[in-house]
């Protein structure tokens, strides 16, 4: 410990002393490698997914880039970025706007699903305009058919109430 420590009357342990004896300067390269490691990561966990994401490699080229990058990460990385770096944004870019599009798509076929009347539907509101005596049963008749012609065909299910014999 030293002198000036012992004549204060402190009481330090190793561990303060430690803490004590650790620069900020070293603080500050220790968190700096930190980061620094926790991007190196990130960066090779991008491009593992780039490498899959690619459909113009073959099973084998995608193969040889992930043994390059396992077995000689830092060259490995490095040879990739300047190789292929500059298609990596363009393929991610192309993968959102896929991804975005399949979604739109699927919202357009919902929201339209749900607009139309299924055929049960439609053919009981003809049903009920013939019963007034608004249209006549040969009108009917081909109202039905266009109705069938573009919902297709009635499915008809089982009944669901059973009678009980008393």
Avoid at 40 to 52: A, C, E, P
Avoid at 107 to 135: K, M, N, Y
Wanted: glycine share 8%; net charge neutral; hydrophobic share 45%.
């Amino acid at each position: 410990m030293p002198a000036n420590v012992r004549e204060r009357g402190w009481d330090m342990n190793a561990e303060t002393y430690l803490a004590y004896d650790y620069p900020l300067l070293g603080a500050f390269w220790t968190m700096l490698v930190f980061f620094l490691w926790i991007m190196w990561f990130v960066l090779l966990f991008r491009i593992i997914g780039d490498i899959f994401r690619d459909d113009r490699l073959s099973g084998w080229a995608k193969a040889g880039w992930l043994v390059f990058c396992i077995v000689l990460p830092f060259l490995g990385v490095f040879v990739y970025v300047i190789a292929r770096g500059k298609d990596m944004g363009r393929r991610e870019i192309a993968q959102a706007r896929a991804q975005q599009e399949e979604f739109n798509a699927y919202i357009r076929q919902t929201a339209a699903g749900a607009g139309r009347s299924s055929s049960v539907d439609e053919l009981a509101r003809l049903s009920e305009i013939r019963d007034r005596g608004a249209i006549t049963d040969e009108e009917f008749r081909r109202a039905k058919e266009l109705v069938l012609a573009v919902h297709g065909p009635v499915e008809h299910s089982e009944p669901t109430s059973r009678t009980s014999a008393r």
